[in-house]
């Protein structure tokens, strides 16, 4: 990659931003005390620490180097490897309003152990509401963070300690607890009640080019220099808490609190089972999306890859629950989640479909003689609210993460040959060992749809599956290779075809994704653009993210990459981890269809 070549424009952000940075300025001056905390334990301040380094292909290092500079992406990468200092509650104005919302989480976070934690360095209530306009029903909760762990972590005393895995570990750094499953490894002769500090378990390179973690589940630590994952561990302590099983039930339990996590790094309220139907817990720049979208009362929307539901039910809750949505995706066991938390929500204008994005267009003619017609549009096909289960039909525990958190890197995509990625090869052997899902165990149903004719929308949504290198904390990447961000941008591209056939003229477009790369991003909206002449970026509100990127990437094997023209970037909203708003990595571009003659 030392050949490739970027032309960039710098661009100054609109003032609006501006105006939105001064709303979240609480948020970084909370965050700016607590960094004056870092951690600094008495005896080893470099190993008893949260500093990781976010570790990525160094071709792919290179390129957003070349993309964004490499002081920048360099603030980048260390944001990702940290939460957002504040929760991002939506609150369902069907059932509830904000101040009351507002009210009811006060009271829980007051009652809960961890109230007096919660509460900001000025002594000013942790929860308040979104001040940016049209945002008004949207709640922050705030949280602070890295604190200064004691880990009592003299040599001659070492600290007894859990190692959990990866995704356990970001999962405890937005305010979960350690749960049996994640743990893999423990110090001898722990006891249920003793404190143990808790410790990141992270891949490393093998010899082969590939990743994985250099040990099986049940490891013994010995905490000492002798230790041969000793020095893997240095950074990437997360935490303090109290063991609520023994060493033997932590490997033999299938499930249950390993370690209550009393003292974290990041102190995050958890939301699991909070004011279930009230509210959702969703991204910041997931909330704008569905705003960018601009649903109206009685309008027909199609959201092409809906779950969890998320924006779905923002979109549902802009419309005032008056329309149609259909709410369509490629996994049973994902539709029948958009039905639950539907559901939850109370809402009746969604419909469900299990339907692959890349096959979302049908023409009249190729639609089977069983199939109904009404209005030109395939209905046989959907699952109504009125014959969904019930809640207590529907197993309990959808996953609070939002696509992994609402954007889950669901990078699903065409076989690429010889290219295809480590993250590919590790999702196809997880299938695998996974075995029979939740559709043969767990009953409910999703209709399958066999797509829909053109010009079958007033609005449709595209939040695209994608690499998600958006999504924080995020503690490694680097599964990911040139190639395969090259080939997310080329499926997405397949699935962007299929949306821009099922907008009727008049309609809008909105696509968006979660993640920092230009390819899936800013290369996509510049292949829309060039291919679709009927299609124009248009105006998006609200707008407080940051703009595109202007220019093209050339690389060393001839491929080029265009991305945005000038003037274009500001038609865009892109949302900067490292940005003073504390956010998600994300991407929304909002497209208006002309005649398509």
């Not at 960018?292 to 549902?316: F, H, N, S, V, Y």
């Not at 939850?344 to 890349?358: F, N, P, R, S, Y």
């Not at 292949?527 to 060393?556: M, N």
């Amino acid at each position: 990659m030392k050949k490739a070549r970027v032309l960039l424009k710098p661009s100054l952000f609109p003032s609006c931003l501006d105006r939105a940075t001064a709303i979240f300025s609480s948020i970084t001056q909370t965050r700016s005390l607590s960094n004056q905390m870092e951690m600094n334990p008495s005896s080893d301040p470099e190993r008893y620490c949260y500093d990781p380094v976010l570790r990525w292909d160094p071709q792919v290092e290179d390129y957003f180097n070349k993309a964004y500079g490499p002081d920048h992406f360099a603030r980048i990468s260390k944001a990702l490897t940290r939460p957002s200092s504040y929760s991002c509650i939506r609150v369902n104005t069907v059932k509830t309003t904000s101040d009351a919302v507002i009210e009811k989480l006060t009271k829980i976070l007051t009652e809960s152990e961890d109230s007096l934690k919660l509460v900001q360095s000025d002594g000013s209530s942790s929860v308040s509401k979104c001040r940016i306009p049209g945002l008004e029903y949207v709640v922050f909760v705030h949280g602070s963070g890295p604190h200064r762990i004691d880990y009592d972590s003299g040599l001659e005393n070492p600290p007894k300690e859990v190692l959990v895995s990866r995704k356990c570990a970001e999962a405890v750094l937005r305010g979960a607890q350690v749960y049996v499953p994640g743990v893999l490894a423990c110090t001898a002769h722990v006891e249920k009640g003793d404190a143990v500090a808790v410790c990141v378990a992270m891949e490393q390179p093998g010899d082969e080019g590939d990743w994985s973690v250099n040990m099986t589940r049940g490891t013994t630590l010995q905490g000492l220099p002798s230790d041969p994952f000793y020095c893997e561990r240095s950074g990437l302590y997360i935490g303090m808490g109290t063991t609520m099983l023994s060493r033997a039930g932590m490997f033999r339990v299938p499930h249950g609190v390993a370690v209550d996590l009393s003292n974290r790094v990041f102190r995050l309220p958890s939301f699991h089972n909070v004011l279930e139907g009230e509210i959702f817990l969703q991204n910041l720049p997931s909330i704008v999306a569905a705003h960018a979208l601009d649903p109206q009362k009685g309008e027909r929307i199609l959201d092409m890859c809906a779950a969890p539901g998320g924006k779905t039910t923002a979109i549902a809750i802009l419309m005032n629950d008056e329309g149609q949505i259909v709410a369509a995706d490629r996994s049973h066991n994902k539709v029948l989640d958009v039905q639950k938390l539907s559901a939850e929500m109370g809402l009746k204008c969604i419909t469900t479909c299990k339907l692959d994005a890349l096959k979302s267009v049908c023409l009249p003619n190729a639609l089977s003689d069983s199939t109904t017609l009404v209005n030109g549009d395939n209905i046989g096909s959907v699952t109504s609210h009125s014959e969904l289960p019930s809640n207590e039909e529907i197993a309990s525990g959808r996953c609070e993460a939002e696509k992994s958190c609402e954007e889950n890197a669901s990078t699903e995509q065409p076989n690429g040959g010889d290219n295809v990625s480590q993250a590919e090869i590790m999702k196809n052997k997880r299938r695998l060992k996974n075995g029979r899902g939740r559709t043969q165990s767990q009953g409910g149903r999703a209709g399958k749809s066999q797509g829909f004719p053109p010009n079958s929308f007033d609005r449709v949504l595209l939040d695209a599956p994608c690499s998600a290198l958006g999504l924080r904390p995020r503690l490694f990447a680097g599964l990911e290779t040139v190639i395969s961000l090259r080939n997310h941008g080329r499926y997405q591209r397949k699935m962007l075809d299929q949306a821009v056939q099922l907008v009727r003229v008049g309609g809008i477009l909105v696509y968006s994704t979660c993640t920092i790369n230009p390819s899936e991003n800013e290369a996509v909206v510049r292949y829309a653009l060039d291919k679709y002449k009927f299609l124009s970026l248009a105006p998006q509100h609200p707008r407080i993210g940051g703009p595109g990127l202007v220019g093209r990437c050339e690389f060393p094997d001839g491929y080029v990459e265009e991305w945005l023209k000038p003037g274009e970037e500001e038609m865009v909203q892109k949302f900067d981890p490292s940005s003073e708003l504390d956010t998600i990595g994300f991407f929304i571009a909002k497209f208006s269809v002309g005649p398509k003659d």
